[in-house]
């Protein structure tokens, strides 16, 4: 079966950076893309990008521009959000979900909290 | 930037249909999503292609859109589809959106 199992909680200081991982399974990794979502608490959700697992090719949120990088690792199928210059409003869950042309399996999560 | 605009809240008593909204430019030409969110879970496709659903989502969750507006419906609503609703689709560019989020109460 589809599986995307995510990297744990993280606390992270403002101005750190923090990279979280998506490991998948039970599907051919390189057939579709991988986007990443965030939750601030109790707001909704934000798409953040979209990575192709099939040849790296990018497409980030415009506010996201410059401080997010998505990568692929197509030998052990995992997928890598690092975002930079942290701020208190990055603190979030975030998820990777598989994206060909919608997202039908997610992740479960991961709690990035910024704080000093 | 662009936006889908849905309302912030939908209240329901049980076995009531619940219609939930979604506006933006692009909809006549771009396919509306629609995820509903349980609290503290990942979010799950209902309904995808405008009024495709996928297995396993009940028959009483229905999609439709109509010019600028994509509505999700759920006839005879149940008190376990409680949960916050958001639509999605994409801008021009290929950039992904979401909604602002609806949340539905069956009470």
């Known amino acids: 079966q589809v599986q995307l199992v995510q990297s744990g909680a993280e606390v992270k200081k403002p101005g750190a950076s923090v990279k979280v991982s998506c490991k998948a399974s039970?599907?051919?990794?390189?057939?579709?893309?991988i986007s990443w979502v965030r939750q601030a608490p109790g707001q909704g959700l934000e798409w953040m990008g979209w990575?192709?697992?099939?040849?790296?090719?990018?497409n980030y949120a415009q506010k996201l521009q410059g401080r997010v990088t998505m990568t692929t690792d197509t030998s052990t199928s995992t997928a890598y959000m690092e975002l930079r210059s942290l701020r208190s409003d990055d603190t979030a869950v975030y998820y990777c979900?598989?994206?060909?042309?919608?997202?039908?399996?997610w992740g479960q999560g991961t709690l990035v909290t910024v704080s000093s | 930037s662009y936006e889908l605009t849905q309302p912030p809240s939908v209240s329901v008593s049980p076995g009531q249909t619940a219609r939930i909204t979604c506006s933006g430019d692009?909809?006549?030409?771009?396919?509306a999503y629609w995820y509903q969110q349980k609290s503290g879970q990942a979010p799950v496709l209902v309904i995808y292609?405008?009024?495709k659903r996928p297995s396993g989502i009940p028959e009483r969750f229905s999609g439709s859109s109509s010019g600028t507006m994509a509505t999700l419906t759920i006839s005879g609503a149940q008190v376990e589809d409680e949960a916050d609703y958001y639509c999605?689709?994409?801008?021009?560019?290929?950039?992904?959106?979401f909604g602002g989020g609806t949340k539905l109460t069956v009470l």
């Open positions: 979900a598989r994206d060909k042309e919608y997202f039908d399996y």
């Open positions: 039970g599907y051919t990794f390189t057939s579709y893309g």
């Open positions: 292609e405008d009024s």
């Open positions: 692009a909809l006549p030409k771009k396919y």
């Open positions: 990575i192709s697992a099939y040849n790296g090719n990018t």
């Open positions: 999605y689709s994409t801008d021009s560019s290929g950039k992904e959106v």
